[in-house]
């Protein structure tokens, strides 16, 4: 059976001295594990269509218990990532949590949609690198179906205090006056704004705030605490990226 679809290249794995097997976030059969013959030819225009953070339109051919890519012709390739250490760390991450949290054989259209839009403000250093992280990893739980509760105090219901409480286990926000004896990550107004406008906006809008510089880091730890809480597990790219930019 052929099936024309557009796919993000999120890993790629040499098999023997010209083939490879590539690992592809699709727009409606979610994480395709397929094989590219004759990849590794500089003659096989295969070769760039299907490289890592290629973003390309792809003719899969599947068998009994497997995936081939006939054809493939790029759309975008994100060749500004290739040169900056940093931001190339950020996309492996992200490609790491795809492959956790994405199944294989289902519409995967809001996964897509999300790395491409974030490998482009990467690529493209339309805003801070950690404001990128911070936004993938709180949209990407929520598009998983761990939303946390953002809206009201979960005591009192209280909307908003001078000052707010995130509690990272439950995904639980609490106000000045209901805050937990073991609540440990204390939130200004500016990131409840942010941590709201990220997981509740429609997508087109969700890359479209600013914050201080001085309050990235507290977003992006929140974020990330958030995420690895639920997960229950690390990511080897993650650490990679944070010996980078420590």
Do not use: W
């Not at 012709?73 to 760390?89: A, M, W």
């Not at 953002?150 to 001078?162: N, P």
């Amino acid at each position: 059976m052929r099936t024309n679809t557009d796919g993000l290249i999120l890993k790629e794995q040499n098999i023997g001295e010209k083939d490879k097997l590539v690992t592809v976030l699709t727009r409606h059969n979610g994480l395709v594990r397929a094989f590219v013959r004759g990849a590794k030819s500089v003659k096989n225009r295969k070769n760039s269509s299907t490289g890592m953070f290629c973003y390309s339109k792809l003719s899969l051919y599947k068998t009994k218990d497997t995936y081939i890519i006939d054809e493939a012709e790029p759309i975008e390739l994100f060749f500004e990532l290739r040169s900056d250490l940093e931001k190339l760390s950020l996309a492996q991450y992200f490609s790491e949590l795809v492959i956790t949290l994405v199944q294989e054989d289902e519409p995967a259209e809001e996964y897509l949609r999300l790395i491409l839009n974030s490998l482009h403000f990467l690529a493209k250093d339309k805003m801070p690198n950690e404001q990128v992280k911070a936004i993938t990893e709180l949209r990407i739980m929520c598009i998983a179906g761990f939303m946390p509760n953002l809206i009201v105090c979960d005591r009192c219901g209280e909307y908003e205090t001078e000052t707010m409480y995130f509690d990272v286990d439950d995904g639980l926000l609490y106000c000045e006056n209901c805050v937990p004896s073991d609540m440990i990550f204390q939130l200004d107004i500016g990131l409840v704004k942010a941590l709201r406008h990220i997981a509740f906006s429609d997508f087109e809008k969700i890359y479209s705030f600013k914050m201080e510089e001085y309050a990235l880091p507290d977003l992006s730890y929140i974020t990330e605490k958030y995420l690895l809480s639920k997960l229950q597990r690390n990511f080897k790219t993650l650490e990679f990226y944070k010996e980078i930019v420590k």
